[in-house]
């Protein structure tokens, strides 16, 4: 960051309350897009990170340590290149559209939705069409963080930075990360008890538990990335007028 002589005189002659700055964080439309976006989008991230090992062990019968490689290879190795890429792509798209960023968010995780549906639906045994599928869905996932992490920063006057980032991240931690694995458990038991009445059986086993959790992350992690799509495609119709506003706000304070 730059110096900015202007802005820390401008901060010290209108000092502005913690709660008042997050009034104004939130009073700005784009932002309550992409804060939401980021509560769907973390539903769908802490469910795969957190489970998919032990679905791998559950449903496909492979032992922990090749679940853990596996599912490194899904959710690490494919975010070199997804976020690598996905910030270039950014970054140019932008220079011709203002749209364009956040709808390049949009349309990966379209994209992503019927490729993490399709890889959560395979039947056991079918270990390598799961692994290119989930692949290539959580590669193109990558690209929210680029997209939206970048917008949040244009679309608030620059004194604002720091509050809509830490708000951003309170909803998306709190209504996103921490019900996201109960949730899922319990749709997973819901689904697997389901699963042992239709057998007719009289006690739980681990393959009622992997049905139940297959069962609850083929609904839940799709769907996060189909929400998020849809949050990202409506934040892009604001962000244009929400930046400009930021920037004329900065301009008039001799911070540029």
């Known amino acids: ?22 009034r104004k964080v939130l009073s700005i439309p784009t932002m309550w897009w992409i804060i939401l976006s980021g509560i769907t989008f973390n539903f769908s991230g802490f469910t795969i ?14 032992s922990q340590a090749r679940a853990g490689v596996l599912a490194a290879i899904i959710l690490g190795l494919t975010g070199v290149a997804g976020l690598t890429g996905g910030g270039w792509i950014a970054d140019w798209l932008h220079t011709r559209s203002q749209r364009a960023r956040l709808m390049f968010g949009s349309i990966s995780t379209f994209v992503a939705t019927p490729l993490l549906y399709l890889g959560f639906t395979r039947q056991a ?6 692994i290119i599928l989930l692949a290539a869905g959580w590669f193109c996932c990558f690209p929210y963080y680029v997209t939206a992490y970048a917008s949040i920063q244009e679309v608030v006057t620059s004194r604002l930075r720091g509050t809509a980032m830490a708000g951003y991240f309170f909803f998306q931690l709190i209504l996103g990360a921490a019900f996201s694995t109960t949730i899922v458990g319990a749709v997973s038991d819901l689904l697997a008890h389901d699963a042992m009445r239709l057998a007719r059986a009289q006690a ?39 930046a400009a506003t930021a920037a004329g706000h900065d301009l008039l304070l001799g911070d540029d």
């Open 204 to 242: 739980m086993n681990a393959a009622f538990r992997a049905q139940g959790l297959h069962g609850a992350m083929q609904i839940i992690v799709p769907a996060g990335a189909l929400l998020t799509c849809i949050m990202l495609a409506i934040a892009s119709g604001s962000f244009g007028r929400d």
């Open 125 to 130: 045994g079918d270990l390598e069409a799961t």
């Open 1 to 22: 960051e730059p110096a900015r002589a202007h802005l820390r005189r401008a901060t010290a002659e209108h000092p502005t309350s913690t709660w008042g700055s997050f």
């Open 49 to 62: 990170n957190t489970f998919l090992p032990t679905l791998l062990v559950r449903f496909n019968g492979i």
